[in-house]
């Protein structure tokens, strides 16, 4: 492990406890939680040192002040008697004051040239449940939680393969954060995964407190609507990923796995889709495709529409259309814009407010707002139904970034729409496609398997073929083995 | 140097949005609600000559509760052309006309006699003109049949195009629209047939009466419901329900059971042209339809003798009157068949010396019919 705080003026540990103690509470500002209990050892003295908030004091008394009471009067060192499975011995003061913030104890003894770090953190930690964002129906009901170790466990649990590698790294000068790397080694793209050493050591920050920093420090592109690296909390998806060849990166503290490099399409697949059949596991992943492109540009078409072409509508529809629209103050571009803002508005509401109020915004908004808005003759009936299905469209994305991009995109397609019709339109998606055959992720192509076109790619990334057809991998993330092993044995081809 | 080339980029990326927005002038926005969508047109000749355009357009009126009625208005025009008369309409109505949407179009007699084409031109000229409007003849004036108020619809735009569809099904003449009639305008040897409708004040209702018969670009007959279903057959065109009914004796004292109706289920047509080293023409239009018997009240099926008697039957009476049909559009120059066309076609050297305009009436056509009662619904 690299390490906390490299200080230049370190002091080492002197032979005595009492000024061990004291410089390593102006060390800490003599913080209130910093408690200490006085031993005698082989009839030298010395002090426990630990931090309350962190550290468990049953395990003080079980594996440090037990053993060493019960061995009061044998011969041996202190690294025999002591059953704790980390022990260290420390001779520098800060690397002890390190220690002691991921929640060692440290035992200094009068007469003693250095000190020992016991590692007696305790596991404040709730158990794996399901992640509210990203449900599935069948499958694994299990989600990571916010420690780090457990959260490898759940990974290492569904990996036992010698070739799945961990390497942590510490992030945040202020806030030490631990940051892992979780890998296939014999599947990575090495070049991808030096890259990613590359960038995440550069990284050079205060805090490093959750998985969007990390994004945010790593990415390629910032200003992309297209989120470049896809969070994920769940276990069995990270695992998946994993096969591909690619990395993910879990932090201390946040139940949020970060999986890179990805490509466009991963944000539209859901584990859900090999639980189901192959049938309906097409479709409902076409559903979504269909559903981004209706989030996308319903809206705009709908302006464009009834502001240049409505010659296009069917002779049916002109009549109600018109009859809808009949009487509205504003243009439609102003309409559109007044029903996003609004539905926009009743999700924020919703998300930041407990589950029974929130439920309560939703009901207000949607019959309020909506019902009320079109008898007063505000807003036409067939926006309400555009916006709201539009609205629909975007939630069915099962990655909440991707559909939050998708909301923000509908607004210069929207302008676009209402500027030029469809010819806005068609210019506003050539610049989308454009972006996202440009973009990367972490050097490897973004909106593969489309660009550059990978016939035999799209029969995992847009449907879902059986799984006993799949005898390659992805190759979007470029892993070192192409081939993957899917046969159905006992039938002849 | 390299910040640098992004700020210029984005300022000037910038500047071209904020251009692009701040053009409001040149917008070219035309919104559905801001547009009188006219919806029916009938188009009349007036004795001095001019133009008279009435139009059919919705008016909206939103009532409480978002209900809305929808009701149609009715406004007409005079002018020297088909467009004079709409920017004279243009004149009279609030709102800007929008055309693209137009179902039918409606022409008065006297106008269909004199020429159509004239009248359309400016919906080809239009890039957003309604060319698949249909079109129909209307006996009298074009104008009074958007006036009437039938109980079927309030809507003019949904009433006739409605009543064509179903006239059509009942195999009375395909729909033609604007689009589909510009090509047969002016195509040698090859003429079509157009709705025929009279307008029947009293029940405030249109009804199609038959065909009107066209030549090039102009109106020279017309056909009655009968005659137009046979000509459609002969022409190899089965529509859904093309139905007869024919008299089959005159001896029973209730009329209704003189006749019998029958629906053609499937046709066979074989058309074939010979033609004289002196350009006479003998066209042999060989016609097998199976039919269905649909109302026989006079007697049962149940012998296949009594069957071969109605099927002769059926043929002589169908002959005699494809016969006078045939007649009747050799009279009209109204080659619906289009046997010029084939000529044109496959004995272009005949063609050349021949002159269609004239010699159409001059050729002989034999209708060779046979029906055969192939079904009699479910009893006997």
């Known amino acids: 492990m690299k390490n906390h705080r490299s200080n230049k003026n370190s002091k080492p540990v002197t032979m005595n406890a009492d000024e061990n103690l004291h410089v390593i509470q102006s060390i800490l500002h003599g913080t209130s939680d910093l408690k200490t209990r006085t031993i005698t050892y082989q009839k030298s003295s010395g002090v426990i040192i630990y931090l309350e908030s962190i550290a468990d004091t049953e395990k003080i008394q079980q594996s440090v002040i037990e053993p060493l009471n019960r061995a009061m009067d044998d011969e041996g060192t202190v690294e025999t008697v002591i059953t704790n499975t980390e022990l260290s011995f420390i001779e520098e003061l800060h690397e002890g004051v390190g220690k002691l913030l991921t929640g060692s104890c440290l035992l200094s003894f009068d007469g003693m040239c250095g000190m020992y770090a016991v590692n007696v953190t305790s596991q404040l930690t709730r158990t794996p449940e399901e992640p509210t964002n990203e449900k599935v129906v069948r499958g694994s009901h299990e989600g990571f939680v916010d420690s780090l170790t457990q959260n490898l466990g759940l990974i290492r649990k569904r990996l036992e393969n010698k070739n799945l590698v961990v390497k942590q790294y510490v992030i945040g000068q202020s806030t030490n954060t631990k940051v892992a790397l979780v890998y296939m080694d014999d599947l990575v793209n090495k070049e991808v995964l030096s890259e990613i050493f590359r960038r995440i050591e550069s990284i050079s920050a205060d805090m490093g407190f959750s998985p969007g920093y990390l994004e945010e420090f790593m990415e390629d592109k910032t200003f992309s609507p297209f989120p470049q690296m896809l969070p994920t909390e769940r276990p069995d998806r990270t695992m998946a990923h994993l096969l591909d060849g690619r990395v993910a990166v879990l932090s201390e503290g946040t139940a949020t796995a970060l999986i890179l490099p990805v490509t466009f399409l991963s944000f539209f697949q859901s584990p859900d889709d090999f639980n189901s059949r192959v049938l309906s596991g097409s479709f409902f992943r076409l559903l979504r495709m269909v559903s981004f492109l209706v989030a996308m540009t319903l809206p705009a078409v709908y302006i464009a529409i009834i502001g240049f072409h409505f010659e296009i509508l069917p002779n049916e529809l002109i009549l109600p259309v018109k009859a809808s629209l009949e009487g509205i103050p504003f243009p439609p571009i102003i309409e559109a814009f007044v029903m996003v803002f609004t539905i926009e508005l009743i999700r924020e509401a919703g998300v930041r407010l407990p589950t029974p109020i929130g439920q309560t915004i939703g009901i207000v908004g949607g019959l309020v707002i909506g019902d009320a808005v079109v008898s007063a003759g505000f807003i036409s009936n067939v926006m309400v139904i555009v916006i709201a299905l539009t609205a629909v469209a975007s939630f069915t994305v099962p990655t909440y970034e991707m559909g939050a991009s998708i909301r923000i995109l509908t607004f210069p397609l929207m302008i676009a729409a209402s500027l030029l019709g469809f010819l806005g339109i068609v210019m506003g998606l050539m610049v989308i496609l454009l972006h996202l055959c440009k973009l990367e992720s972490i050097g490897t192509p973004y909106f593969a398997p489309f660009a550059p076109l990978n016939l035999s790619g799209l029969k995992d990334a847009v449907i879902r073929f059986p799984l006993w057809k799949m005898n390659n991998r992805a190759m979007d993330a470029l892993p070192q083995k192409r081939s993957q092993r899917n046969t159905k044995g006992w039938k002849n081809k | ?380």
């Open chain 2, 1 to 380: 140097m390299n910040t640098l080339l992004t700020k210029k980029k984005w300022f000037l990326l910038g500047t071209l949005l904020m251009v692009i927005v701040l053009l409001t002038g040149c917008w070219d926005q035309r919104l559905i609600k801001e547009s009188r969508l006219i919806l029916a047109v009938g188009l009349d000749l007036e004795p001095n000559g001019k133009i008279i355009d009435t139009v059919v357009y919705p008016v909206v009126n939103k009532g409480s509760n978002a209900m809305s009625l929808v009701k149609s208005v009715v406004v007409s025009s005079t002018g020297v052309t088909t467009r004079d008369a709409r920017i004279n309409l243009d004149k009279k109505v609030s709102q800007m006309f929008d055309a693209s949407k137009n179902r039918v179009f409606l022409i008065g007699e006297k106008l269909a006699r004199k020429e159509i084409y004239s009248s359309l031109d400016v919906i080809y000229r239009d890039p957003r003109g309604s060319v698949n409007a249909m079109v129909a003849v209307v006996k009298g004036k074009a104008k009074k049949s958007l006036e009437i108020q039938p109980q079927d619809s309030t809507l003019m735009n949904i009433y006739y195009p409605e009543l064509l569809q179903s006239t059509s099904a009942i195999g009375l003449f395909e729909i033609e629209t604007v689009q589909s009639i510009c090509t047969l305008m002016f195509d040698e040897g090859n003429d079509y047939l157009l709705p025929y409708l009279r307008i029947n004040e009293q029940q405030q209702r249109a009804e199609v009466i038959g065909t009107a018969m066209f030549h090039k670009r102009k109106m020279t007959g017309t056909l009655t419901g009968k005659e137009s279903t046979l000509l459609l057959l002969m022409n190899g065109v089965k529509q859904d329900y093309p139905r007869f009914t024919f008299k089959i004796n005159d001896q029973k004292e209730m009329k209704e059971r003189n006749y019998i109706t029958v629906l053609v289920n499937d046709i066979e047509r074989k058309m074939k042209i010979h033609i004289t080293p002196d350009q006479k023409v003998r066209v042999k239009l060989a016609l097998k339809m199976d039919v269905n018997v649909n109302e026989l009240p006079v007697d049962h099926l149940d012998s296949a003798g009594k069957a071969n008697e109605l099927n002769k039957t059926l043929t002589r009476e169908i002959t005699a009157l494809a016969k006078k049909t045939l007649a009747k559009t050799q009279k009209a120059n109204c080659d619906e068949l289009g046997v010029g066309k084939r000529i044109r076609s496959f004995h272009y050297g005949d063609w050349k010396k021949m002159n269609w305009e004239k010699d159409y009436r001059n050729i002989s056509i034999e209708p060779e019919i046979k029906v055969t009662i192939v079904q009699h619904g479910i009893i006997n």
